[in-house]
């Protein structure tokens, strides 16, 4: 006959018991699963970031307005600056010579040359400083033909270059 307990108001019976003790004993000194061990430690590594560089503005320039130039007269250029690059550029200035392409002063050849006009950048319609990528700044400069106390005949029905350097 086997032996019956109460434990807490229910019967079971001692083998039953004993077992579900030894499972509950086993998991506790075993972990149950549940716990972890680790170890503690520390690193170290590299890593590297690329900067970029920048681009060079573009420049371009409109036709001319006003008469055509005689002695003491004037022409207005209008002119955009614009950021090609990705990100924000500071724009600080805009310098317009007459000049070739390549910014060599200009002479005609046939004694008519850059020492014949000056050129005044205008303040442009927006302050320099950050152009945001893909912006751009408006302006315009005026080209004088100067008048000279010589015949600038030579100056006739030429067209004068303009050299535009934004920094």
Partial sequence: ??????????????????????VVAVLVAGGGGAA???WTSTGTGTGAATTGTSTDFTVTSGAATGDPLTPGTEQSVPFTVTNVATSTQQLSSV??????PDGTLWDSGAGCTYADYTVTVD???????AIAASGT???????????????????????????????
Wanted: net charge neutral; aromatic share 4%.
């Fill in 137 to 167: 700044v408006d302006g315009t400069v005026t080209v004088t033909m100067l008048d000279a106390a010589g015949n600038q005949d030579a100056c006739q029905g030429e067209s004068v270059p303009l050299h535009f350097v934004a920094s």
């Fill in 36 to 38: 972890l061990a680790y």
């Fill in 1 to 22: 006959m086997s032996r019956l307990k109460l434990h807490r108001g229910r019967v079971a019976s001692g083998g039953r018991r004993i077992a579900t003790l030894s």
């Fill in 123 to 129: 303040t442009p319609l927006q302050p320099y400083g």
């Fill in 95 to 100: 310098d317009v010579t007459v000049a070739e």
